[in-house]
């Protein structure tokens, strides 16, 4: 850990509230598909719950992404975290006396995935306006670390929580499980609230806020006219919006129906999240031997890693003990780390500075906006396919789309460093 780093103030606040908001949203990660499964046991049902947080996040995160570039990223992310209080807090409320019917899921669901919209831009930009440039480089390895140790803790303590919880007495006594689930994820928000207003922000240069007097609409569009000009760019994010669309959207549903229907126990699902994040964060932790592998073109890296995530997809419908699907998932963890630094790592050499958060906006809006409709559709699909099958084919799409990528474009020649100053 970086000494001079962790002796900066505003990064000790910053760093405490992400890992008590990021704890805290695992416990509602694990809660709220089985809630949805508690109160329906229905596929589709969990599919447009799922759609229900992601296309708000999807459809306003751009806009998110340029208001936060205008006005202060602090306030746009204190204001995300009140109305996360507020609507946890009525989840948890609804789920202890037993009254969150499907509606008020539905409701409370989307107005999640609406406050994710702007807390996720804001929470990125945050780091430089509150943390010297110099020291910029230790504290986003400082932070991702911890992310990462948060996604590996959160879901194994809300598991825990869950078993310890439960107990005998039936659905009522999951639902109050539920409850504090939530409860929890409610206290965290209010906690990393008090912690991000100890934060002072740095000020702006003169030239600082480029968006002050630019319309955000147009903001918007020239993002997304950069990323399309740019070949490598533009093959890279429509080949991971095909991912997102086949198989992204899909293991939403499938991991926590698999955990429902085959493992029975929603402590499982909280401990399958878990290794997986193990596996992640073994992943990053080898990040650093990406400079080592140069001779390896990025994309056919990147091809290599989904081909093979693919292969270890394909059999975990079949598992029938939780030791199984962590022996799948594990690797699986390792491959999706590993590729995430890269991911990352290029986009931030191959775009320009000024461009930057936009840039990202649209890779995260890749992801959000096509991974619901694959929910949903997955949720309809399920009642005519076994979740066996469904593991298969997702497997085998994301094997089939690495080849056809490979095979047909670009992609496997695109290098990890940038061919020059400026995007190509």
Known sequence: MNAAAWRDTNLRWLMSGSVLSLVGDQFTMIALPWLVLQVTGDALALGFVIALMSVPRAVFILLGGALVD???????????KYASVVLLGALATLTWHGQATLPAIYVLAFGIGLAQAFAMPSGTAMLPRAVPPALLPAANGMLMGLRQLSMLAGPLLAALLLA???????????????????????????????????????????????????????????????????????????????????????????????????????????VLIGVHGAGTLLGMAAAPLLPKLKAVPFGALLLAGDALAGLLLMPLGAIDAAWQGGALLVPLGVIGGFLQVAIFTWIQRRVPPRMLGRAMSIFLFIFMGLAPLSAAATGWLLKYMSLATLFTACGAILVACAMLAWLWTPMRTVALEPPGSQPG
């Not at 306030?75 to 995300?80: C, D, G, I, K, P």
């Open 70 to 80: 205008r006005y202060s990223p602090k306030r746009v992310m204190m204001l995300s």
């Open 164 to 270: 310890l919880s439960s107990g005998p007495g039936g659905a009522g006594a999951d639902l109050r499980a539920l409850a504090l689930a939530f409860a929890v994820d409610c206290a965290s928000f209010v906690l990393s609230a008090w912690t991000l207003a100890q934060v002072r922000m740095l000020p702006l240069p003169a030239d600082g806020n480029t968006l002050a007097h630019e319309p955000v609409l147009r903001a918007v569009g020239d993002g997304l006219a950069m990323v399309w000009r740019d070949v490598s760019l533009r093959t890279c994010f429509l080949y991971w919006g095909l991912v997102s669309l086949f198989v992204g959207g899909a293991l939403q549903v499938a991991l926590p129906l698999l955990a429902s229907d085959t493992l029975r126990s929603a402590p499982a699902y909280g």
